[in-house]
């Protein structure tokens, strides 16, 4: 197997090439003055399986997604045989179902795309719905990253922190993180409004009171939800709060409003690349495509 390292997952794509073995193809690219994306493979693919390594995180996910695409076509007319995709971030895999009549199914609409484009499976890192994966015509898996963000924790002398999960439905991540943490695990419970996007959080029969607990989520984007749980631990008595996400996509102002409401460190993996990717996915990764030969 190759290793194709995306433009969005350069230096993740090096590292997995290093813990594998596989050789790292790299990649040119450039856009064009109007705005195109343009890629080129720079070396052979010839008669070889190919992992192609892209996040599709934001900035600019429409771009990534189409360069993942494009290098997709290009492997396959450059005489490649099986084509894996590594999303370790998968854009729109939020939008699963149709919430709301006249709305798509966005992340099926991807899915189509890419096996157009010659993906044959795709391997993607704690997606964030499981259904997500049922909209691919080819094998898509995900895996989990929290064990490595737990550990992390471990062996900053966190051993027996209490794991929480910022909603129920995800309470299947605390107890993941509880499993290296070895603490107690909880969750609070989160309601959104589908129209307005607003969101209710509740704690219900926790008890963290001087407890150091870590907040664990597959996804920080506003930040919102973190602030919401991490006033209420404070309230709650917790002497110290963390948190740690797989994909910290942080927009705008989130670091900074999370930091503000007493959270003491943001812990992230390199799924998006940034300051708080402290956790890297390439041991996880390269032990899925060793796999997977
Ligand atoms: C929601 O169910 C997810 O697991 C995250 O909690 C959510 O997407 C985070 O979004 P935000 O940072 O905007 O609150």
């Known amino acids: 197997m190759k290793i194709i390292s995306g433009p969005a997952s350069k230096e993740l794509a090096e590292k997995i090439s290093a813990e594998t073995g596989y050789q790292d193809i790299p990649v040119a690219a ?7 994306s343009y890629v080129r493979l720079d070396g052979s693919v010839e008669g070889e399986d190919v992992a192609i390594v892209q996040t599709t995180c934001p900035p600019a996910q429409d771009s ?18 099986k084509v894996s ?19 798509g199914i966005s992340v099926q609409t991807l899915a189509r795309m890419l096996k157009a484009a010659g993906i044959d499976e795709l391997l993607t890192v704690n997606i964030h719905s499981e259904n997500a994966l049922q909209q691919f015509p080819f094998p898509a898996k995900t895996t989990s990253a929290i064990p490595l963000l737990a550990q992390y924790f471990v062996e900053r002398g966190f051993k027996g922190a209490f794991a929480l999960s910022p909603d129920k439905g995800a309470m299947y991540i605390a107890k993941q993180a509880q499993e290296v943490l070895g603490g107690d695990a909880g969750h609070l ?19 963290v009171k001087g407890q150091t607990v870590i907040i664990f989520d597959d996804i920080i984007s506003t930040g919102g939800t973190i602030v919401g749980a991490a006033k209420i631990l404070r309230e ?57 030969v």
């Open 30 to 36: 450039k856009v064009f003055p109007d705005g195109e």
């Open 64 to 81: 990534r997604v189409f360069q993942l695409a494009f290098l997709a076509d290009a492997a396959k007319r450059a005489g490649a045989g």
């Open 85 to 103: 995709a590594v999303v370790p971030y998968l854009a729109y895999a939020r939008q699963d179902k149709m919430f709301l009549a006249g709305e």
């Open 189 to 207: 419970d989160k309601t959104r409004d589908r129209y307005t996007g607003q969101t209710v959080q509740t704690a219900e029969g926790l008890n």
């Open 236 to 292: 709650q008595g917790a002497a110290h709060v963390f948190t740690a996400c797989v994909h910290g996509l942080l927009i705008g102002d989130a670091e900074k409003r999370i930091l503000d409401a007493g959270v003491e460190e943001i812990v992230c993996t390199d799924s998006v690349p940034g300051k708080n990717s402290k956790v890297s996915l390439a041991p996880l990764i390269s032990k899925e495509l060793k796999a997977q």
